[in-house]
């Protein structure tokens, strides 16, 4: 990834989280769009690598798409909000006790680990990461680490979408949006992502938009992804149990690219060469 294109990555998301700029959102979006390779000259692609499993052959089988609650990651940091605990403990103090000088007392006997380790905060942040849902995308096929990582050392597959159609299902669709990952030096650091005591109290446009930046921002040493986030407004209730996630209506892909060490004589593989002659899908 180029130098350029973390800036326009950082630009799409300044505009439209930070900013409420819609207009400069969409131009930074179509501008990392238009620098997107046309597969065959035919169509742009986003791809996605992932494991051959029973639960992606159903996905594909109903033109749906797996999307997860942050909060089943594997990495613990992802679409985790930040938080200026140095406010949020001003104003505590304030509202409590307020005879007390807030910056002192923070300063001399607020543990911020103490807020971090405290039960029912672990559980705040649990239900802000779910409060939508994601599936993620990269701009390229031929990532080694990622079909390691994904798509299960090279046994699975990497599912290739026409952007173009992308958009189209994403605008169609209530509650969905994509967006380009941002990548930043210190993601603990980021001001525009930092929750303050109104955020914790009272979600609203602001802190809504806050939050969905925090889902789109991640550390620098993730820039090998180029990730697109597919971001679903379906908040996790007690009736989802312990899903991880759901399957979303969805387009399906024109293309899919099988791994170097897929087992062709597996049962799922089988049944997904069924699917795709069914599908119309082409596979490589």
């Known amino acids: 990834m180029t130098n350029k294109e973390l800036e326009i990555r950082n630009k799409a ?40 499993n029973s639960d992606e052959l159903n996905s594909l089988e109903n033109e749906t798409i797996f999307m997860r609650w942050p909060s089943s990651y594997k990495d613990d940091g992802d679409c985790t909000p930040v938080f200026d605990f140095e406010e949020i403990s001003k104003y505590i103090i304030k509202e409590k006790y307020p005879l007390l000088n807030a910056e002192k007392t923070v300063k001399e006997r607020i543990n911020i680990n103490d807020i971090k ?13 779910d409060m939508w849902m994601i599936a993620c995308f990269t701009e390229r096929h031929d990532n080694e680490r990622m079909w390691r990582e994904y798509a299960n050392n090279e046994t699975g597959i990497c599912l290739v979408y026409s952007f173009y159609e992308v958009l189209n299902m994403v605008k169609a669709t209530d509650g969905m949006s994509i967006m ?52 679903y407004e379906r908040e996790k209730e007690d009736a989802d149990g312990d899903a991880k996630g759901d399957c979303i209506p969805f387009v399906n892909p024109k293309l899919i690219i099988c791994g170097k060490s897929i087992d062709k004589e597996s049962v ?15 596979m490589v």
């Open 180 to 231: 380009p990952v941002r990548y930043v030096n210190d993601r603990e650091k980021c001001g525009d992502i930092a929750l303050n005591h109104k955020d914790l109290l009272d979600i609203d446009d602001n802190s809504d938009a806050k939050y969905r930046l925090t889902c789109t921002t991640k550390g620098m040493s993730y820039k090998f992804e180029e990730e697109w986030r597919l971001i």
């Open 268 to 282: 799922e593989y089988q049944k997904l060469l069924d699917i795709v002659e069914k599908k119309g899908i082409k």
């Open 13 to 52: 998301n300044f505009e439209g989280y930070v900013n409420n700029n819609r207009t400069a959102c969409i131009d930074a979006v179509m501008e990392l769009y238009n620098r997107i390779p046309d597969v065959g000259g035919v169509f742009k692609s986003l791809f996605r690598y992932r494991s051959l």
């Open 117 to 129: 380790e405290n039960p029912k905060f672990m559980e705040k942040i649990k239900d802000l990461r």
